[in-house]
C-alpha cells in the first residue's frame, strides 16, 4: 500500500524553538506538498516542491521554509515557532499529472506553547 | 486568489438518505478536486472533475465550468460517509484552494 509517512502525530514545542516536521513517500512522486489546516479555513496551502531540491511558495509561506534534499522526503521548518503557528499540519504527494489523485499523509498537530 | 464556498457548511442525514453538497467557485478553474476528511483526520482524494460527470459507487460529482459550480451527491448514505468533504481548485493545475468544507454526520 503506497503511503505518505508523518513523522510525528503530536507534537508540543515551545516559542522561538526551530521544529522540523518530517514528510516521507514511497511512491516516487515528483510533486510534494505541505498544507495547514485550520478550523472554518480549510486547507492553505504553505510550499510546494515539484521536484528535488526544488520548492515554490503557496499561500502563506511566512514563517516556513522548506527542504527537498532527496525526492522522498519533504521537511517543513518552522524557523522560530510561534502560538500562531498551533495547527495541523499536512503533507501530500502526486505523481505530476493534474488529473492524478493527491494522497495525503495523517498529519501532524502541532502545539506551540 | 480563487475563493471557494461550500455549503452547507453542515448536514446530518439518517443512513440512507441522499444528499448534495455544493462547491461555488470565484474564476475559472482547470483543476478541481473533491476530498473526503475521516473522523481520524486522514484525507482522501475522492475525484479529479474540472468538468463534466463522474461517478463512483455511491458518490458522484458533476462541475458546471461555466458556472463555477460544482455538486458532489452522496447516495445511499453510509455511517462511514461521515467526515468532512472538501472542494479543491486550482487556475493553473496544483495550487489548489480548498473551501472551508462540508461536515456530514450520517447517524445510524
Known amino acids: 500500500d503506497v503511503k505518505v509517512t508523518q513523522s510525528s502525530r503530536y507534537l508540543v514545542k515551545r516559542t522561538g524553538e526551530k521544529v522540523f516536521l518530517e514528510c516521507v513517500q514511497d511512491m516516487d512522486h515528483e510533486n510534494m506538498f505541505w498544507y495547514r489546516q485550520d478550523p472554518g479555513l480549510g486547507l492553505r496551502l504553505i510550499y510546494f516542491s515539484y521536484d528535488v531540491k526544488m520548492k515554490e511558495k503557496g499561500d502563506i509561506p511566512e514563517g516556513y521554509s522548506v527542504s527537498r534534499e532527496k525526492k522522498e522526503r519533504f521537511s517543513l521548518i518552522l524557523e522560530s515557532a510561534s502560538t500562531n503557528q498551533t495547527s495541523m499540519y499536512l503533507c501530500?504527494?502526486?505523481?505530476?499529472?493534474?488529473?492524478?489523485?493527491?494522497?495525503f499523509g495523517s498529519g501532524t498537530r502541532l502545539t506551540v506553547v | 486568489g480563487i475563493q471557494v464556498e461550500q455549503s452547507p457548511p453542515d448536514l446530518i442525514l439518517q443512513e440512507g438518505a441522499n444528499s448534495t453538497l455544493r462547491c461555488n467557485f470565484s474564476d475559472s478553474v482547470n483543476n478541481l478536486q473533491w476530498f473526503h476528511q475521516n473522523p481520524w483526520g486522514q484525507l482522501i482524494n475522492l475525484f479529479y472533475i474540472p468538468s463534466g460527470t463522474k461517478q463512483n459507487g455511491r458518490l458522484s460529482a458533476t462541475t458546471v465550468a461555466t458556472e463555477r459550480y460544482s455538486l458532489l451527491y452522496i447516495s445511499s448514505s453510509q455511517t462511514t460517509d461521515s467526515g468532512v468533504y472538501f472542494c479543491a481548485v486550482a487556475r493553473y493545475d496544483y495550487k489548489l484552494s480548498f473551501g472551508a468544507g462540508t461536515t456530514v454526520t450520517v447517524r445510524a
Open positions: 501530500a504527494s502526486r505523481i505530476q499529472v493534474p488529473s492524478y489523485g493527491y494522497t
